[in-house]
């Protein structure tokens, strides 16, 4: 760990294969000179792929425990207000206050870590508890703190939310429909202060986007965690349906979570051993050669952000079928960058499947067209940098680019 950091970087989990855009932004700011402190909340044992050193907050030392009360008891003024939230607000659950507490204690340790390390400035993404560290953090060491909101922490567990927000200087969220929605709910923070910042993969070249293998089954393809709010269970039953109504489909689930034992369950009740596969965890670079054998790449998720998984199958040309919430229409309009059905309908899901099923190949224009989709507004390197000229600008006082010569910029 570096003894010197700018920016404090601070994720619940980092590195971790299933949030690749930490990662990519903590390159892009370094690219710029930029000392970053890549911190996680929770422990790892996923490999960093440039091998950086990571500040694990959560792990279990007495004496830096006994530490951080000091720190807190030393500085209670500066969280006083804090912790009267947590004591007062009736709005939150017991439980949830409570768990304030010791969070309170690791912002206390991450501002002990740092204090003497020239930190300006800590980013946090998602708006759990893990937030609550970053701004403890912020509020002791005397810097602002600024927070990237996605989907389920700001739509599904909204955990203390309004008193982040208030704390932070600036709130970037993946999609307008998030923008919108927090500007209705959450007066705590100023318009200007709520900023669109998309996530964005890499456009593979033209001669990577093939056309799918052919199967003797119409091939379907999510990709997500065995996660509750994926709702994988709801794809297994659509096509229970899928195969009563007599069209052959062969369902491949790529991912691996706390769901997968009830999945394989309702798998063997529904008698779909073989028609729908569960592959577990598939690694980023096989993840392309699953697209190519798709016919339709699939998500059937209760919340989202604006889905990685998406944006990577359209990249490819590939026909996606996702349910009409949050910021999704923002990616696939209906009929023209892929399809969308309401979410929760079976029968929905099951009509735009055999609609898919029956057009074929003349589908073409609509994966051209997804593809140029994601080119214009989810390039990946393109949106990495313009939120390192919004982050350098807004947090760290220079306008300068990763690429741009000082005396030119003058010029």
């Not at 006083?80 to 004591?87: I, K, Q, T, W």
């Not at 607000?89 to 409570?98: A, D, T």
């Not at 999510?222 to 709010?229: S, T």
């Not at 491949?252 to 592959?279: F, H, K, N, Q, T």
């Amino acid at each position: 760990m570096c003894s010197e950091a700018e920016v404090i970087y601070l994720s619940n989990r980092f590195p971790s294969p299933l949030e690749p855009y930490v990662q990519d932004e903590i390159e892009e700011l370094e690219s710029r000179g930029v000392r970053i402190a890549a911190c996680s909340v929770w422990g790892d044992t996923e490999e960093n792929r440039d091998g950086r050193e990571v500040f694990r907050i959560f792990t279990w030392r007495p004496w830096e425990s006994l530490a951080a009360f000091v720190f807190c008891v030393q500085h209670a003024a500066k969280l006083r207000d804090l912790v009267r939230r947590l004591a007062t607000n009736r709005k939150e659950s017991w439980g949830l206050r409570l768990r304030g507490i010791p969070h309170t204690l690791l912002g206390a340790r991450l501002a002990l870590r740092f204090r003497n390390a020239g930190v300006r400035h800590i980013h946090v993404h998602h708006g759990y508890l893990g937030a609550w560290i970053g701004m403890v953090a912020a509020r002791l060491l005397g810097v602002p703190y600024s927070l990237t909101l996605h989907g389920s922490d700001l739509l599904v567990r909204p955990s203390l939310l309004d008193t982040k927000l208030a704390q932070c200087a600036a709130c970037f969220t993946v999609s307008e429909f998030n923008r919108d929605y927090l500007l209705q709910r959450y007066s705590q923070i100023a318009p200007r202060n709520v900023l669109v910042r998309r996530m964005g993969v890499r456009i593979p070249p033209a001669n990577q986007v093939l056309a799918p293998s052919r199967n003797r089954a119409f091939a379907l393809l999510a990709v997500g965690r065995l996660h509750p709010v994926k709702d994988h269970a709801f794809l297994i039953r659509a096509c229970a349906a899928l195969k009563t109504s007599g069209r052959e489909v062969a369902c491949c689930i790529a991912g691996e979570g706390p769901e997968r034992w009830r999945l394989e369950d309702l798998i063997r009740s529904l008698g779909l051993r073989e028609e729908v596969r569960l592959l577990g965890h598939v690694p980023q670079n096989k993840l392309a050669a699953l697209y190519q054998q798709a016919d339709l790449v699939v998500l059937t998720s209760q919340s989202e952000g604006i889905p990685l998984t998406l944006m990577e199958a359209m990249a490819l040309g590939r026909t996606v079928l996702a349910p009409a919430i949050t910021g999704i229409p923002e990616l696939v309009i209906h009929g023209k960058t892929g399809f969308l059905y309401r979410q929760g309908s079976i029968p929905d899901f099951v009509e735009l499947v055999g609609f898919v099923q029956k057009t074929g190949s003349r589908l073409g224009p609509i994966g051209e067209a997804a593809r140029e989709h994601v080119r214009e507004l989810f390039n990946l390197e393109t949106n990495l940098r313009e939120f390192g000229d919004l982050f350098m600008e807004q947090f760290l006082g220079t306008r300068k680019g990763s690429n741009e010569d000082s005396l030119l910029q003058q010029v």
